[in-house]
């Protein structure tokens, strides 16, 4: 890395930094004892589109540091069921199984169905993203297969009529995910939550209906 490489990261670090530091959501996020401000995400989707009930058994991909677990593990009480899964470790919650592992490895995943132990899922949630490289082309197919292979974990374990949110990157193979969702549900809505930054090409899509 040369010596203007050099600086201009340390820029970028410090500008994201500053900009973490004052961020409305991080401040709300620490005063209200969420883990982190993508739980806002999550509750602006699900007080539009009323996702998560008392009584489910819910799946959550990608959970660490666990804000999405910590909201789903409130409106799933008391008699819900919630496992969590990331491939770093994540404090336990309560009410809450977690496992550590990788999603795409085939171990995981039977860990995984062990856990559920048959019961079939009415919630998939993914916020999984891969570690970026900064290669566009190459972080675009990562963030792709790992919806893909959230897509395939529903075909096989979401109950009818079941529900599924996953984290997205606008970009290449987006529409051709999108309508591979629709061949499983009855239908395919793109969400945009307000905590999400403006200048990230993050977007959610969610799935409704398990056909």
Not at 113 to 118: D, F, K, P, S
Request: glycine share 6%; charged share 30%.
């Amino acid at each position: 890395m040369s010596l203007n490489e050099s600086g201009k990261k340390h820029r970028h670090n410090k500008s994201w930094m500053q900009e973490h530091v004052n961020d409305p959501y991080v401040k709300r996020a620490k005063a209200e004892g969420w883990r982190s401000r993508a739980a806002f995400k999550l509750i602006e989707i699900d007080a539009k589109d009323k996702l998560l009930k008392p009584g489910m058994t819910v799946v959550d991909l990608g959970s660490a540091p666990g804000s999405w677990s910590q909201v789903a593990a409130r409106k799933i009480k008391p008699s819900g069921i919630l496992v969590a899964l990331d491939l770093l470790e994540m404090e336990p919650i309560p009410d809450t199984t977690f496992i550590r592992g990788d999603f795409r490895e085939d171990e995981v995943l039977a860990r995984l169905e062990e856990t559920l132990a048959g019961r079939q899922v009415d919630l998939v949630l993914s916020d999984m993203a891969p570690n970026m490289s900064g290669v566009e082309v190459s972080d675009q197919a990562r963030v792709m297969y790992l919806a893909e292979l959230t897509l395939d974990f529903c075909r096989s374990h979401l109950k009818p009529g079941g529900d599924l949110l996953v984290k997205v990157f606008m970009g290449s193979g987006f529409e051709e995910l999108r309508n591979q969702m629709r061949e499983v549900f009855a239908q395919v809505h793109v969400r945009k939550p307000d905590a999400s930054r403006d200048r990230s090409a993050e977007t959610f899509l969610l799935a409704r209906g398990r056909k």
